[in-house]
């Protein structure tokens, strides 16, 4: 059965400091893989998604940038966080032919 | 481009009322629509889909109906649980190309004993 991991669970950074967020999918092959942010009290809001290694959209401007280098490993990074980076973290993967996504547990991110 | 718009909340029902939240969507084509619950400090579980015009999702007694004429796809259920209490997100996607799956901004449901 497929298996998506998302770590770390939280994380407590000042502003700035670096950011990696690592997901990693098991028991598929060629996922499509997404970041989503959740700020507090909002929706989900898409950051990144990516249809294989190295092929990888980026939704909205802004102080992140994802990473795939491996085709099931999906890495959100910040070279320098902001306070306006905190939520919560969202990884997902989905099968190409298949809509439905699968989550991860999310990261709660608190930059301070 | 594609967009989903659902009932803002929060929502807060008394247990066993009868519950709807409103999900439309905008999107050319035939997408597929969902709904997924986030209990908290959780990510997203799948609760019900439908991949065509028509079609009904249900699942733990929540039904979601496939209206391509009303571009809706509203969540209902006819007597709510305490443990129903979370935030409902409705999303769509489409099977083919680059598949992006895009997502309302969340219903937060309370449902009191």
């Known amino acids: 059965s497929q298996t998506i991991h998302q770590w770390p669970a939280t994380l407590v950074q000042p502003v700035g400091s670096p950011l990696s967020l690592e997901c990693t999918v098991e028991?598929?092959?060629?996922?499509?893989l997404y970041w989503y942010r959740q700020a507090a009290g909002r929706g989900l809001q898409l950051l990144f998604y990516s249809i294989g290694i190295d092929q990888i959209s980026s939704e909205v401007p802004q102080n992140l940038s994802a990473s795939r280098p491996q085709d099931r490993q999906f890495i959100l990074s910040s070279k320098k966080l902001l306070l306006s980076d905190s939520g919560f973290y969202l990884c997902?993967?989905?099968?190409?032919?298949?809509?439905?996504?699968?989550f991860g547990q999310g990261t709660r991110l608190t930059v301070v | 481009g594609d967009s989903v718009t659902q009932m803002e909340g929060p929502v807060t029902l008394s247990e066993e009322a009868f519950l709807t939240i409103n999900c439309t969507y905008t999107a050319t084509g035939y997408p597929s629509l969902f709904w997924y619950v986030q209990y908290p400090g959780e990510g997203l579980q799948l609760l019900l889909k439908?991949?065509?015009?028509?079609d009904k999702g249900s699942n733990k007694g929540f039904e979601a109906t496939y209206r391509k004429e009303t571009t809706s796809f509203h969540l209902e259920k006819g007597s709510v649980q305490v443990s129903d209490s979370a935030v409902y997100f409705c999303g769509m996607g489409r099977p083919q190309g680059a598949q992006k799956l895009v997502f309302g901004q969340g219903t937060r449901l309370t449902i009191n004993p």
């Open positions: 028991g598929t092959s060629n996922p499509n």
């Open positions: 439908a991949t065509k015009a028509d």
């Open positions: 997902a993967w989905s099968t190409p032919m298949n809509t439905e996504a699968f």
